[in-house]
């Protein structure tokens, strides 16, 4: 196991996580709790994280939420992947990381998965339970799995 995942400052920020992840109200305190563990917001009082949302457990300081962002009940935004001992042998890492950005008045449907490697374009809609794997242009509505652009 990396050191990383054992550090105190790693529990730290999963104890934080977890307060966000069952926050209720006000409707920014998930979003400030999301930024004291090290996900990059600015202007928190602006963006809206539901419960139930779980934003990468490892590296929230590789997620970046901008303003006025709406993230809905059970959406996961993931920016790691971490791979089994064996598994490490083959691809010769313990773990990726890709950069996940989540840009100005985007909008998150319930129970989406946001992988990493993505940008989710200025006023974009992911509809409910979508897979984005690859970067949604802005203002555009995108949904299934693999999400799909289905409108703008
Ligand atoms: C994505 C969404 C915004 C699209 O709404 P819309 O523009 O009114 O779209 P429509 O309902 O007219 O559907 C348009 C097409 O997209 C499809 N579609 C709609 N939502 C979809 C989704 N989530 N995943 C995949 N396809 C979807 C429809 O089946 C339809 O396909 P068709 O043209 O082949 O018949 C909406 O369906 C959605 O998922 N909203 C999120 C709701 C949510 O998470 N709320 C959280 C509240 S806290």
């Known amino acids: 196991m990396h050191k990383y995942f054992t550090s105190p400052s790693f529990l730290l920020k999963g104890i934080v996580g977890y307060l966000a992840y069952v926050s209720i109200a006000p409707p920014w305190l998930a979003a400030w709790l999301h930024k004291k563990r090290g996900v990059q917001i600015g202007n928190y009082k602006t ?38 001992p064996l598994t490490q042998e083959i691809v010769g890492v313990e773990y990726t990381i890709g950069d996940v950005f989540i840009e100005e008045g985007a909008y998150i449907g319930v129970n989406a998965v946001v992988l990493p490697s993505v940008r989710v374009g200025r006023c974009a809609i992911v509809g409910a339970s979508a897979v984005v794997t690859k970067d949604v242009p802005a203002y555009a509505i995108v949904g299934g799995i693999p999400a799909r652009v289905i409108g703008d």
């Open 47 to 84: 963006v809206y994280i539901a419960p139930n949302v779980l934003i990468d457990t490892s590296f929230p300081e590789h997620v970046t939420i901008s303003d006025g962002v709406y993230i809905t009940r059970g959406a996961k935004v993931i920016c790691h992947t971490a791979f089994t």
